[in-house]
């Protein structure tokens, strides 16, 4: 199993940006794919999953900016952010779940200014 998330950059506060995860699996093949996030000095905390059959969940945090959406033609999971604040600044990491099994992909940096 792989995964490679990409699209991270500098953003302003109040922009948007889009990332995305290109997993090597299919629909069915996983469970659930999410995004987590890891602040300097801080947790990696969870930021919004996508099971396999399109159910979403939402961090507090993220809830109402963000939007979780997947490409199953491309094998690719997405994670639209809007309305940036600088407390988004980290880095994301997208996660994949199989049966119990859990796969990380490399991390991208998001960096939002004031």
């Known amino acids: 199993v792989q995964l490679q998330a990409s699209g991270g950059g500098l953003v302003r506060a109040g922009g948007s940006l889009r990332l995305s995860c290109l997993h090597s699996g299919s629909k069915t093949t996983f469970n659930n794919i999410d995004w987590y996030r890891q602040s300097p000095g801080k947790q990696r905390e969870f930021v919004a999953s996508?099971?396999?059959?399109?159910?979403?969940i939402y961090a507090a945090a993220v809830k109402g900016r963000f939007t979780i959406s997947r490409d199953n033609a491309e094998n690719m999971v997405f994670l639209q952010m809007d309305n940036l604040k600088s407390d988004d600044t980290a880095v994301y990491y997208c996660?994949?779940?199989?049966?119990?099994?859990?796969?990380w992909g490399q991390g991208t940096l998001v960096t939002v200014s004031s």
């Open positions: 996508i099971t396999h059959v399109d159910a979403t």
């Open positions: 996660r994949a779940n199989r049966l119990g099994d859990i796969y």
